[in-house]
């Protein structure tokens, strides 16, 4: 005999799983594209002060970022 109970349960696990993945996918791709304003705006500083300070921290972050992306 077929336990309806077992059934529904599965079903409903099922669809929160994937609706779960899907919002994860979303926030990968939020956070991807929230790097890429950042790198940018780290360029941008580098590009607008390459001998001050700050020029030198914007230098120094994208050095580590290029290292942990190599």
């Known amino acids: 005999m077929l336990n309806w109970g077992l059934l529904i349960a599965r079903l409903i696990s099922a669809i929160g799983s994937w609706v779960d993945a899907s919002n994860l996918r979303n926030h990968v791709y939020e956070?991807?594209?929230?790097?890429?304003?950042?790198?940018?705006?780290?360029?941008?500083?580098?590009?607008?002060?390459?001998e001050g300070r700050l020029g030198w921290h914007a230098k120094r972050t994208l050095d580590k970022l290029n290292q942990i992306s190599d």
């Open 31 to 50: 956070l991807k594209d929230e790097n890429e304003i950042l790198k940018t705006a780290l360029e941008d500083i580098l590009r607008m002060d390459p």
